[in-house]
């Protein structure tokens, strides 16, 4: 106890643990303010403040529909992957953990190997299969992968929070003549919301952020969600830094937003995977 008292109060824990959180949000300040200067200012003092402030830089990203299209397709994507990742997601957990059948750790064990293959292991067959399918450049074409590569995740998480619901609750509604669909919409479903939060956020976050499968699947700038309007934005504005820095800072806003707004339920869903 003494030895963690002393620990809380060194100055030096302090000052590294600022550090730290200078060098993670030092770039994301400076995109930030660098959308309020002009490339001149950016030119002669890189690593300067706007002086003057410039608003024009977001006022023209603000007033541009190819900004407010794209951000339509990422809200659709990872809005349509998290509600697919959430609900296929539940139900897989629901079964893995509540029922006792042949071949139920083969199947785990498969979910739990899905967490070893990320999406660039699988991007060309990928692409072969969502081809056949003619979805290419759709983005159903991005939201199908996406809530399959996000299973994984998934089910890990909200097993052990559907295994450590308590079977007195389920014979209870058993005796009270609750089918296991009943017990299933009125108990489980309940009683798992941290854990449904949890997964739901991290799905929303990721696909927000995915780069990698809609560069491959996407070729049309009508259907580019942010991250690829980033690039695309930026190739047609190389010359304009302020600008470019000013479209790249409103593109990773809102997930920057929705993750801070959600952390402690983040950390609380994974708190209760890890006890359950």
Do not use: H
């Amino acid at each position: 106890m003494a030895g963690t008292a002393r620990d809380r109060g060194n100055p030096l824990i302090y000052v590294v643990v600022l550090l730290l959180i200078g060098v993670m949000l030092g770039p994301v300040a400076y995109i930030i303010v660098g959308g309020f200067r002009t490339n001149s200012q950016i030119t002669v003092d890189p690593a300067g403040l706007p002086d003057p402030w410039q608003f024009g830089n977001y006022t023209s990203v603000l007033t541009s529909d190819t900004f407010w299209r794209q951000v339509g397709n990422s809200a659709l994507v990872a809005g349509a992957t998290t509600a697919g990742v959430v609900v296929l997601g539940v139900m897989a957990s629901y079964v893995l953990a509540r029922y006792r059948f042949r071949g139920r750790g083969v199947l785990y064990a498969l979910f739990a190997a899905g967490l070893m293959f990320p999406v660039t292991v699988a991007i060309t067959p990928l692409f072969i299969l969502i081809k056949n399918l003619g979805l290419v450049n759709t983005l159903p074409g991005v939201i199908l992968p996406q809530i399959a590569f996000a299973l994984p995740t998934t089910v890990i998480i909200l097993v052990p929070f559907l295994r450590a619901i308590p079977k007195d609750i389920e014979e209870a509604a058993a005796i009270d003549r609750c089918s296991r669909l009943g017990f299933f919409w009125r108990m489980v479903l309940p009683l798992s919301v941290p854990g449904l939060i949890t997964v739901g956020i991290l799905a929303f976050v990721n696909s927000w952020n995915s780069y990698l499968l809609p560069l491959f699947l996407l070729n049309d700038e009508d259907t580019f969600t942010l991250p690829l309007g980033v690039q695309a934005f930026s190739s047609a504005y190389s010359v304009d830094t302020a600008k470019v820095l000013a479209f790249t800072s409103l593109s990773m806003i809102p997930a920057l937003v929705f993750f801070s707004l959600f952390e402690r339920r983040i950390v609380g869903g994974l708190t209760g995977a890890v006890k359950g």
